[in-house]
Every structure is written in structure tokens, then in C-alpha cells.
């Protein structure tokens, strides 16, 4: 079955194809496009081309699923911190610097392998990769994230994010003294053009949109908290670089910064979300890990 299918305009005439794949097929690299196009699971108007190959105005390209035989997931004992679960869903602590799924990059230590040991159960939706998993957050982000354990409670889940009814509030530290208490950052967002394994504000990005609270100033720095209205790759790293305030620590769209961090200081602190099947509104909340936690005390020692 076809995973998905372009047809090519005008705006992406003589881009390669291996670079213009990213923009289409989610959660890919350059590396492992050009991988499928060897496996001739990428065609081009029914043929098999090269990485190399740079589109015409016209041509149809079909990405194909690739066979599930190549999929071997082991489940492994990460310690995870499961914060809630029950029948049809669960919450599940991430850590900062653990890859939400395998790829071809990451076999093994990802959070699905550490639910799949932990879970009794997990939804087939998002397919062999993926199971379980109705949204992500960056590598090096923590906290918590939202698990199906079944179908019916991943499409149910899936709807309440299309339908923004899920509260997602993160909390960030972020270069520059923000003057305003609170704010909207309205911009779309797409594939960096000169940078394609970045993301970046673009005229024809999709929505997004995040809102934001100051929760204490510093010198030189601002801890605020973000609330997804859309959840699109890298949002709030990429609007709050976008409107001068970019979050420490980040390796892609940050500064330089004085301390020592693995990774931006960036934690999804809450989720709210109405239980699929008992319809009961339900909320969770996680600390701040310490790496975050010991930078603010510095902030506050300096401020005193």
C-alpha cells in the first residue's frame, strides 16, 4: 500500500530527490531516504531512480511501506517511570537524551522498546515502529507523553490533538529578558530551505501557533512556560528562536551558552486529556529534571 504519493509542482522542479523526500515522508533523514530509494521502495512514475535524481515538473513519486519482516523491536527493561496506566492508556515519563522510536539510526534504548517491556499492550495504528505512540517530543526534551495501549483509544487520542482539546504545557528557559508577561508566536513552520534537516518559520509552513507565560526573569534570561496549540516538529524551539528569544541549551537553535547541558532546557511538564473511554478528564504534571533545576538555582543565586 502506498505510504504516500506526490506529484511535482513547479516550486519543487530540479530539487534532488533525496532532499525533497524529507519535506513529505515524516520522521525521515537524508540517509535513510536514500536507503529506500536503493530498495526501490521510492519510484518515480513507476521506475526506480537514484538519490541524485532531480525532479521534473510532473513526475509522480510513490513511497512505499516497507515489508514488515525488517521490523524487529526487542523490548528492554529501561527503567521507564510509568506515571499512570490502565486498560486503554497510559503516561509515560520521557528522559532527556531517549529517542521516542526506533529508526535507522536507533534499534535499540528508544522509548518503545522500554514499553514494550513495561506495557501489557500497545496500539498497531502508527504501524511496526511506532506502536503506542499518538505524539512525540524531541530527543533531547523531557517529560511526559500520552501511550495507547489499544486501537480505539489511539484514534481517540489521535482526534482530541487534531481537535487541540489536549493541554500541553512545557516549560523553557530561554536566552534574553522577555518584557511581555504573555504572548502568541502565530507562524507556520516547514523544512529550513537551506538547512533540510532543520526546521524553520516558511511562507508556506503549516499552522502553528504557541502561546507563552513568563514565569520568572533573570539576568539575561527568561523562564516561561509554552502551550501547544498545534505540535508541529521543533515548534517552540523554532518560535522562540524565531521571535529573538531562543531556549538555552539547544544545539540546533540556540546560543552558545555558559552552562553545561545535554541538550535544551526544554521539559513538557503537563498533559490534560479526556480519557477515551470513561471520558473522565484526567491531568499529570512532572518535576523538572535536575540538570533544569540546578541551572535555575544558579539564575536565582545570581539575581539575589
Known amino acids: 500500500m502506498n505510504k504516500v504519493e506526490i506529484k511535482i509542482e513547479e516550486k519543487d522542479v530540479n530539487v534532488r530527490i533525496d532532499k525533497l523526500l524529507l519535506d513529505y515522508v515524516e520522521n525521515s533523514s537524508r540517509t535513510e531516504i536514500q536507503n529506500r530509494l536503493k530498495e526501490g521502495n521510492i519510484v518515480v512514475n ?25 521490523v524487529d523491536i526487542i523490548p528492554e527493561d529501561l527503567n521507564l517511570n510509568i506515571v499512570y ?23 535499540s534504548n528508544t522509548l518503545v522498546n522500554g514499553l514494550m517491556y513495561a506495557l501489557d499492550s500497545l496500539s498497531g495504528i502508527n504501524g511496526e515502529y511506532r506502536p503506542g505512540i499518538v505524539h512525540r517530543i524531541d530527543k533531547d526534551t523531557s517529560g511526559l507523553l500520552m501511550v495507547a495501549k489499544n ?5 481517540d487520542l489521535s482526534d482530541q490533538l487534531k481537535d487541540k482539546t489536549v493541554d500541553r504545557r512545557y516549560v523553557a528557559l530561554v536566552h534574553g529578558e522577555i518584557q511581555h508577561n504573555k504572548g502568541t508566536i502565530d507562524a507556520p513552520i516547514g523544512r529550513n530551505k537551506e538547512k533540510r534537516q532543520q526546521m524553520a518559520v516558511v511562507d508556506d509552513g503549516k499552522n502553528a501557533v504557541t502561546h507563552f507565560n513568563v ?13 501547544l496549540e498545534t505540535g ?12 529573538g528569544y531562543p531556549i ?10 555558559k552552562f553545561v547541558t545535554d541538550g535544551q532546557l526544554l521539559h513538557a511538564k503537563t498533559i490534560g486529556f479526556t480519557h477515551p473511554v470513561s471520558k473522565e478528564r484526567l491531568s499529570f504534571s512532572s518535576e523538572l529534571p535536575e540538570q533544569f533545576k540546578t541551572v535555575l538555582e544558579e539564575l536565582r543565586l545570581e539575581k539575589s
Open 232 to 243: 508541529r516538529t521543533h515548534q517552540i524551539r523554532v518560535h522562540m528562536d524565531y521571535i
Open 46 to 70: 513507476g521506475d526506480e531512480v537514484k538519490p541524485n535524481y532531480k525532479v521534473k515538473l510532473g513526475d509522480v513519486i510513490k513511497v512505499f511501506e516497507r515489508e514488515v519482516e525488517d
Open 215 to 227: 514565569l520568572e526573569r533573570f539576568n539575561g534570561y527568561t523562564l516561561i512556560e509554552a502551550i
Open 85 to 107: 496506566e490502565d486498560d486503554n492508556v497510559a503516561v509515560v515519563y520521557k528522559p532527556s537524551g531517549m529517542v521516542v522510536h526506533p529508526s535507522a539510526g536507533h534499534k
Open 151 to 155: 486501537d480505539v483509544a489511539h484514534r
Open 248 to 257: 538555552v541549551g539547544d544545539p540546533v537553535y540556540g546560543r552558545k551558552t
